[in-house]
């Protein structure tokens, strides 16, 4: 698997995948209606670092990088990531996590934090916990889950100080 | 004191506060170095609520309302409150914090939840507890404080179901 900067040549690529997570409604707080020109504008914003992950030439994943705050809480980065369903569970996510902490330290940040884990997301919990994520945060039924109505939501934090 | 909708007219009030607000660098993590013009469109962005606090014909104080989260998110409200220095320690931030839980009511809101509490915001956090909020989460070293160096940053959480 290489991970690399996406381009505009990725767009539609990221566009299928994004829309297939999104759609399903049970991870992210985006609206499962967003549109191939609001997801691409959201997912590939300047201020963002957009990344591919590529596996036997076919885009399988894709990440985002990014200040959490800006100015004075701008040191702790904020990640989002994605991976195409039927690449799950073949390591993607956890090759993308791998990369994403090495991108972080790189670019100078001294800790990630994830804002909005679904508790019902349990194997990404699980990668994130294997990583050295810790749980900082419970948020009481911050998610409308398509089957389990309110579940909480955590916040997820890691230093990357040595 | 009054509370009502911010209006156009009270654009220059809104960022006399901001500014002063915002320049001090030990509450938000804003850029002090906002400009009015980005000021302004972020704190009268058309998705949010934006109040103004009125005393004795003045604007002291001023609040924004909104959804936290997008759509499986959106029945969250997340909220920011600004006083005017001088006018600090009389209330005003009180009085708005109480309209604005009677309007995220009135919204539908199920719950209100502060992102960034700088934690030594003690006066601050102190209201918001007398208000029913709470701690839900703690964010190590979140915050560049600009005496404190790096301080820890709280998420508060309040239901406003019945």
């Not at 991870?27 to 691409?40: G, H, N, Q, V």
């Not at 670019?107 to 810790?134: D, M, Y």
Request: with cysteine.
């Amino acid at each position: 698997m290489e991970i690399r900067g996406a381009t505009k040549a990725d767009r539609d690529a990221v566009w299928n995948i994004f829309h297939e997570i999104v759609a399903s409604g049970d991870t992210y707080a985006l609206d499962p209606k967003m549109s191939r020109k609001e997801a691409l504008a959201y997912w590939f914003r300047s201020d963002m670092h957009t990344y591919a992950a590529e596996k036997d030439g076919r885009v399988v994943g894709t990440y985002i990088l990014k200040a959490n705050q800006p100015a004075p809480g701008s040191h702790v980065a904020n990640a989002a990531f994605m991976v195409a369903l039927d690449a799950q569970c073949a390591g993607v996510g956890r090759g993308m996590a791998e990369h994403c902490l090495s991108e972080a330290r790189r670019l100078g940040f001294r800790a990630i934090q994830f804002n909005f884990v679904v508790s019902t997301n349990t194997a990404a919990i699980h990668l994130w916990k294997q990583l050295g994520f810790e749980i900082v945060g419970t948020l009481p039924g911050a998610f409308r889950h398509p089957e389990n109505g309110y579940v909480d939501v955590y916040v997820m934090f890691r230093s990357l100080l040595p």
